[in-house]
C-alpha cells in the first residue's frame, strides 16, 4: 500500500511541474510573439516613411502594363519625376524586384538611423518602368571607372532609375532609389562582376551590356582612394567621392601588394567583358572620352538602352553638371614608382596580346593605354 502511494505522489508531482512549466513557457512565448509582431509595424513604418509611399492609385502619366516590344523605346522618360502618383513608380517592380528594394531600403534606414540619428532618405528624381518584355542590361566596369558617375548622368537625362547588384548604403542614402534591384525595371544594374565570375547567380541573366572602362593607371588609384576612405562619418561625403594622400601611394607596402592583385584583375575583366561582346549586344564607353564628350557619350547610351530624348533636353540636364560621386581630380603628386608604372605598363600589354589571341581586339581598344 505504501508502495503504492509512493508511486501516485510522484506521478502527481511530475504532473503538476508539466503543468507549471506549461504555464511559463507558455507565456513567455505570447511575450515574445506579442513583442515580435509589435516590432514588425515599426520597421514598416519606417521604410515606407522613408520612400514617401503613398497609397492612392497612379493618376496621370502611362499607367499602360503591356508589354515594352524589343527595340520600342521608353516613352515614359525625361519626365520631371516620373508617371506614377507614388513618384518611384514602385508598382512597376517585380515581386523580386520589390523585395530587394525593401531589403535596400530598410537596411539604409537602420544604418542611417544609427549613423546620422535619422530615418530620411534621399530618393533621388528616377521612377521605375514596366520591365515586361525589355532586356536586362548590366551597367558593368571594373572599380574605380566611373560606374556611380555613369549612373547619376543616365537617371538624371532619363529621369528612370538604374540599379546596382549590391545594396551600398551611401548611395541609397544619397538619391539612387533603385540601388539593390537588379531586373529590367531599371535602365541598367550596376556590377563589377566578370561574365561567369563572382556571385554568378545574380549576374547570369542580363542580356545585354554597357562596359565602361578607363585607364588603369587612374582606375587603380580611384580604387584605392575608395577603399581608404570607406568609412567616411560625413552624411554628404562618401567613399565614392573622397581621396587620401601621398603617404598611401609609393613604396607604401598595401599599395605596393594592392597593385600586384587588382591589375591582374582590370586585365581579367577586360578579357572576360571583350568576350562577352562576341556573344551579346555589348557597348563600350571609355571614361576619357565621357569627360571630354559628355552629352554625346550619354546620349550614345540612351540610344543603346532603348530610351528617347531630345538633345535639347539632356544638354539641358546636364548643365546641372552631376559630379556629386566623381572625384574631380587626383591629388598633384606621383602616385608609382618607376618599378610599378613598368609593371602596370607590362599588364597592359599583356592584355592587349590575348585579346588579339582571342580575336577581341576590334571590341575594345586596349592600345589606347599602351
Not at 496621370?60 to 516620373?82: I, Y
Not at 556590377?191 to 588603369?216: F, L, M
Not at 577586360?270 to 564628350?293: C, H, M
Not at 609593371?343 to 575594345?364: F, M, P, R, W
Request: glycine share 8%.
Amino acid at each position: 500500500m505504501a508502495a503504492h502511494l509512493r508511486v501516485f505522489i510522484a506521478v502527481v508531482s511530475v504532473l503538476t511541474l508539466l503543468c507549471v512549466s506549461y504555464l511559463i513557457l507558455g507565456s513567455d512565448f505570447k511575450i515574445h510573439q506579442t513583442r515580435t509582431i509589435s516590432r514588425a509595424p515599426l520597421v514598416k513604418d519606417a521604410v515606407l516613411n522613408a520612400v514617401k509611399l503613398q497609397t492612392q492609385p497612379p493618376s496621370r502619366g502611362n499607367t499602360d502594363t503591356s508589354p515594352v516590344k524589343e527595340g520600342q523605346q521608353l516613352s515614359q522618360s525625361l519626365s520631371a519625376r516620373g508617371p506614377c502618383a507614388d513618384g518611384l513608380c514602385l508598382e512597376y517592380l517585380s515581386t523580386s524586384e520589390r523585395s530587394d528594394f525593401d531589403k535596400c531600403t530598410g537596411r539604409a534606414v537602420f544604418l542611417s538611423q544609427r549613423k546620422f540619428k535619422s530615418t530620411a532618405l534621399n530618393n533621388g528624381t528616377c521612377h521605375f518602368v514596366n520591365g515586361t518584355g525589355r532586356r536586362r542590361v548590366a551597367l558593368a566596369s571594373f572599380p574605380g571607372s566611373g560606374n556611380t558617375w555613369v549612373r547619376g548622368l543616365l537617371e538624371m537625362t532619363s529621369g528612370i532609375c538604374t540599379g546596382s547588384i549590391y545594396c551600398d548604403f551611401s548611395l541609397r542614402s544619397n538619391g539612387f532609389a533603385g540601388e539593390g534591384v537588379r531586373g529590367s525595371s531599371v535602365i541598367a544594374f550596376k556590377t563589377h562582376n566578370s561574365p561567369g565570375g563572382g556571385q554568378i547567380s545574380r549576374v547570369k541573366h542580363y542580356e545585354a551590356a554597357v562596359y565602361i572602362i578607363r585607364s588603369p593607371w587612374d582606375t587603380l588609384v580611384a580604387e584605392w582612394n575608395r577603399k581608404n576612405t570607406a568609412n567616411s562619418s560625413v552624411r554628404n561625403e562618401t567613399k565614392h567621392s573622397l581621396s587620401v594622400g601621398v603617404e598611401y601611394f609609393g613604396s607604401n607596402q598595401e599599395w605596393e601588394s594592392y597593385l600586384h592583385t587588382w591589375a591582374d584583375r582590370w586585365q581579367n575583366s577586360v578579357i572576360k567583358w571583350a568576350n562577352f561582346g562576341k556573344q551579346r549586344p555589348l557597348l563600350v564607353v571609355y571614361f576619357e572620352d565621357l569627360k571630354a564628350n559628355v552629352t554625346g557619350e550619354v546620349e550614345r547610351m540612351l540610344d543603346f538602352l532603348q530610351v528617347s530624348y531630345s538633345r535639347e533636353q539632356v544638354e539641358e540636364r546636364l548643365e546641372q553638371n552631376f559630379n556629386f560621386f566623381k572625384r574631380s581630380h587626383h591629388r598633384e603628386f606621383e602616385h608609382y614608382t618607376t618599378e610599378q608604372r613598368a609593371y602596370i605598363t607590362q599588364v597592359v600589354a599583356k592584355t592587349k596580346q590575348e585579346l588579339e589571341n582571342s580575336d577581341s581586339t576590334g571590341i575594345i581598344q586596349i592600345e589606347r593605354y599602351t
